[in-house]
């Protein structure tokens, strides 16, 4: 992982909406899709998560 992307996954909070669940990191749309190991997050009763790779922060929005 270069350390600008790591800086931008430090510090990201990445706003998701049902649409997208089941919520996976990283987002295959992201730029970063390939920096680890793809991991489910359960998002859907809490309304947010952590991915314990890359500690980026997702809110669920609707």
Known sequence: ????????????????????????????????WNLHPRVYLPIANSGEAVCPYCSTHYLLID
């Open 1 to 32: 992982m270069s350390a600008e992307a790591a800086q931008q996954t430090r510090i990201s909070v990445v706003k998701v909406s049902r649409e997208q669940l089941p919520l996976s990191c990283p987002l295959p749309e992201e730029e970063v």
